[in-house]
């Protein structure tokens, strides 16, 4: 018996039966690593959508701030003239839309968020031109700026420190 051709057939398929069992597992750790990377996508892109909701929440409700300062400043009652019953129902609603978008914020938000936002509304519902815009002011800047914080982006932006309520880049909107 040629015991060298015997062992080169035995060694041969050692190596062949190794290949085999190599590739499988190599197989096996790709496919654990797909797994892992597209869980790790999954998750980058629920991450995405919900900050992309959360900013798209926030706007809404720095809008609903913005329009309820603007009704209450056309339903103020100064300069002599009394406030039209339209006017005074605006309000109302633009008040009554801007607790309704800040409670969808108290759900999704973080307590520095919730808490500007309860202040927010606490001032503007209480809000009457020309008195008080300072007041008004400083609760917007500081729920922009809470609510910027938590998106991750630098406090400042459209607010300038300026601003007054009905001003270009203020919280009241500027001329129609």
């Given at each position: 018996?040629?015991?060298?051709?015997?062992?080169?057939?035995?060694?041969?398929?050692?190596?062949?039966?190794?290949?085999?069992?190599?590739?499988?597992?190599?197989?096996?750790?790709?496919?654990?690593?797909?797994?892992?990377?597209?869980?790790?996508?999954?998750?980058?892109?629920?991450?995405?959508?919900?900050?992309?909701?959360?900013?798209?929440?926030?706007?809404?409700?720095?809008?609903?701030?913005?329009?309820?300062?603007?009704?209450?400043?056309?339903?103020?009652?100064?300069?002599?003239?009394?406030?039209?019953?339209?006017?005074?129902?605006?309000?109302?609603?633009?008040?009554?839309?801007?607790?309704?978008?800040?409670?969808?914020?108290?759900?999704?938000?973080?307590?520095?968020?919730?808490?500007?936002?309860?202040?927010?509304?606490?001032?503007?519902?209480?809000?009457?031109?020309?008195?008080?815009?300072?007041?008004?002011?400083?609760?917007?800047?500081?729920?922009?700026?809470?609510?910027?914080?938590?998106?991750?982006?630098?406090?400042?932006?459209?607010?300038?420190?300026?601003?007054?309520?009905?001003?270009?880049?203020?919280p009241g909107p500027g001329p129609?």
């Open positions: 018996m040629d015991w060298a051709a015997v062992t080169a057939a035995i060694m041969t398929g050692v190596a062949a039966v190794a290949g085999v069992i190599g590739t499988g597992w190599q197989a096996s750790r790709a496919r654990q690593a797909e797994a892992a990377n597209q869980r790790i996508s999954i998750q980058a892109e629920r991450e995405h959508a919900e900050l992309a909701d959360k900013r798209r929440i926030y706007a809404h409700c720095l809008a609903a701030v913005n329009a309820a300062i603007k009704a209450c400043i056309d339903a103020g009652e100064y300069q002599s003239r009394t406030p039209s019953a339209r006017a005074l129902e605006d309000r109302y609603n633009a008040k009554l839309a801007m607790t309704d978008a800040i409670s969808e914020v108290q759900l999704i938000g973080p307590a520095s968020v919730v808490v500007h936002a309860g202040n927010a509304q606490a001032v503007v519902s209480t809000y009457q031109p020309p008195a008080g815009n300072m007041s008004v002011v400083e609760a917007y800047r500081a729920l922009h700026a809470a609510m910027r914080a938590d998106l991750g982006q630098q406090p400042g932006g459209p607010v300038s420190p300026d601003s007054i309520p009905g001003q270009p880049g203020g129609a």
